[in-house]
């Protein structure tokens, strides 16, 4: 099993551009979660998907947005792109009865 | 909504000794602790994990308390040795929307000196 699966790995954009994130993972796990991580101030949730066909805001949804295209992938979306946005996302899943969180390996995003 | 804080934000410990993390949160709905170790350039990886029905876990070298009376939970690392350098998050968790919800302190970065 691959686990949580993310692309790209790394990607620089300029300020108005738009790109996705991709996500997958393997583990049949019903949730998925995207998170920002900045310097400084761990990290921060920004949508979540409790299960296929749902989704809701986290704590910094701005500026994003997310579609749980099946039960395996859940992507984030950034329409225009701004410097602010220059960060670390991490995607993770959930499933089952535990508690356990499962992270990607991360896309590093540079917004100039 | 449910906050987290961690100190301290840095922690230098010669190899050998004892490195203590402490969390507190807000929410008395929490009711699972994750803690992540970081290294650099690299995902979070859960090193252990308590849940509120229970006061102290340990595996190995690291242990991990709660006080919910307090709401305080402290990470514990015995015997530290160079390869446990890296950065630790706690986080506070609640079942929320059919799933659960995490949130994060803002990490300690160790360093063991050799």
Redesign the interface.
């Known amino acids: 099993n691959a686990g949580v699966t993310q692309t790209p790995k790394f990607q620089v954009l300029k300020t108005g551009q738009s790109m996705t994130l991709q996500c997958a993972q393997d583990m049949n796990h019903?949730?998925m979660?995207w998170y920002r991580q900045d310097p400084?101030?761990?990290?921060?949730?920004i949508y979540?998907s409790?299960?296929e066909g749902?989704t809701?805001k986290?704590?910094v949804p701005n500026g994003y947005n997310v579609s749980r295209l099946n039960k395996r992938e859940f992507s984030l979306r950034l329409e225009s792109a701004a410097p602010s946005q220059t960060s670390v996302y991490?995607c993770a899943s959930?499933g089952g009865s535990g508690?356990?969180?499962?992270?990607?390996?991360?896309t590093r995003l540079l917004v100039l | 909504g449910e906050n987290v804080e961690q100190h301290p934000s840095t922690l230098s410990v010669q190899e050998g000794d004892s490195a203590v993390i402490k969390c507190t949160y807000s929410d008395s709905a929490s009711n699972y602790f994750p803690w992540y170790k970081q290294e650099l350039g690299k995902r979070p990886q859960l090193i252990i994990d308590i849940r509120s029905n229970v006061g102290e876990k340990k595996d190995q070298r690291i242990a991990v308390t709660l006080n919910k009376t307090a709401k305080h939970f402290s990470l514990h690392i015995t015997e530290t040795q160079p390869e446990d350098s890296a950065v630790y998050f706690c986080a506070a968790s609640q079942p929320l929307s059919g799933t659960y919800k995490y949130i994060f302190g803002t990490g300690t970065r160790l360093k063991v000196l050799a």
């Open positions: 019903n949730s979660y400084g101030m761990g990290l921060r949730l979540y409790a299960s749902t809701d986290g704590e991490f959930r508690e356990t969180q499962y992270f990607g390996p991360g």
